[in-house]
């Protein structure tokens, strides 16, 4: 695992939304550091919200896959109806489930990218650097 952060070539507003505080703290610092914008929030719902205020703004959703209220295949339908525009990375550790199985279903209904928990640095930096040369401009 690489402990330098690359630059990235597309600087991004991103949505990260995980039900686990620890991991939206790790994501957002690693996301800033590497000098994109990041909200975060731990609730699919809120997101939601959010997403409905700053849609235009808005470059790029990560999106765990198993959270309580609105889960990350419940954002991702959602998002396809409302805001097709902004890709979606999904992630999951898989819950009480299969992680891949989680996952092929988020690829299957348009997540642009899926990354298994847990991931590295250089890992989830790739993803958001494909999502940023795969986004409609």
């Known amino acids: 695992m690489s ?4 630059t990235p070539t597309h600087l991004l507003k991103i949505l990260v939304v995980d039900d686990q505080p620890g991991v939206c703290t790790a994501l957002t610092e690693i996301l800033e550091l590497a ?22 703004d808005s470059d ?7 959270m309580p209220n609105l889960d990350g295949i419940g954002l991702i339908l959602e998002m396809n109806q409302r805001y097709p525009r902004i890709p979606v990375i999904a992630i999951s550790g898989g819950g009480q489930g299969d992680a891949s ?13 899926v ?3 847990p991931f590295s640095i250089d890992v989830i930096l790739a993803a958001v650097e494909a999502a940023a040369k795969a986004r409609p401009r």
Request: net charge positive; aromatic share 2%.
């Open 35 to 56: 000098g994109h914008e990041v909200v975060c929030t731990t609730d699919g719902r809120l997101a939601l919200t959010l997403l409905g205020t700053t849609a235009r």
């Open 101 to 113: 199985l989680y996952l092929k279903t988020a690829k299957a209904l348009g997540a642009v990218a």
């Open 3 to 6: 402990t330098a952060v690359p």
């Open 60 to 66: 790029l959703v990560i999106a765990d896959l198993v």
């Open 115 to 117: 990354v298994k928990k």
